[in-house]
T-cell receptor, first 114, second 112 residues
Framework: AQTVTQSQPEMSVQEAETVTLSCTYDTSESDYYLFWYKQPPSRQMILVIRQEAYKQQNATENRFSVNFQKAAKSFSLKISDSQLGDAAMYFCAYRGTSYGKLTFGQGTILTVHP | EAGVAQSPRYKIIEKRQSVAFWCNPISGHATLYWYQQILGQGPKLLIQFQNNGVVDDSQLPKDRFSAERLKGVDSTLKIQPAKLEDSAVYLC??????????FGQGTRLTVV
């Protein structure tokens, strides 16, 4: 079974600075997808960024980028120029191609200080 | 494009009572998921439907939880009877093929 581990229960960053959230996963599959979701207090799970495992190039979405290390099974999220609106719980998630369900990590609470 | 709709947003019930949640996925999305998210944890898949059929219900407590998806569109998740440990947020999600999974706003259930 696939597992996803987020080792940082909480992180904090100053507004306009950069923060990196860590994620590792375990799988025996060669083709899969990785995601970072953001969950604010409203509970809505919002997609931040996704990465296809067969792509070597790291995904980027505006201020959000990932460092995908397939051999190390590592998938970290970098948030540049942090904004107050980035404060939320962030979940790393794995999606294999066999059944397509998402397996989530435990989450990291991100606090942004003004 | 309308998102995944869920109702109710909040529900408080006493233990041993029953409760039902409703979900309407994004139009055209064949795959529908129900997740349970206990406070402070990541969501856990309860059941996954592909059109009308169940793909994965391995973590659904079948003695008290049931779910159905009639006509491959709307879905309901029922708990009967509820236990204190069922207090959680219940998230419905849908997807088209292997594309992104979109989530609803969830139902916060409190069992007292």
């Amino acid at each position: 079974a696939q597992t996803v581990t987020q080792s940082q229960p909480e992180m904090s960053v100053q507004e306009a600075e950069t923060v990196t959230l860590s994620c590792t996963y375990d799988t025996s599959e060669s083709d899969y997808y990785l995601f970072w979701y953001k969950q604010p207090p409203s509970r809505q799970m919002i997609l931040v960024i996704r990465q296809e495992a067969y792509k070597q190039q790291n995904a980027t979405e505006n201020r959000f980028s990932v460092n995908f290390q397939k051999a190390a099974k590592s998938f970290s999220l970098k948030i540049s120029d942090s904004q107050l609106g980035d404060a939320a719980m962030y979940f790393c998630a794995y999606r294999g191609t066999s059944y397509g369900k998402l397996t989530f990590g435990q989450g990291t609470i991100l606090t942004v200080h003004p | 494009e309308a998102g995944v709709a869920q109702s109710p947003r909040y529900k408080i019930i006493e233990k041993r009572q029953s409760v039902a949640f409703w979900c309407n996925p994004i139009s055209g999305h064949a795959t529908l998921y129900w997740y349970q998210q206990i406070l402070g944890q990541g969501p856990k898949l309860l059941i996954q439907f592909q059109n009308n059929g169940v793909v994965d219900d391995s973590q659904l407590p079948k003695d008290r939880f049931s779910a159905e998806r009639l006509k491959g569109v709307d879905s309901t998740l029922k708990i009967q009877p509820a236990k204190l440990e069922d207090s959680a947020v219940y998230l419905c999600a849908s997807s088209f093929g292997w594309d992104v999974i979109f989530f609803g706003q969830g139902t916060r259930l409190t069992v007292v």
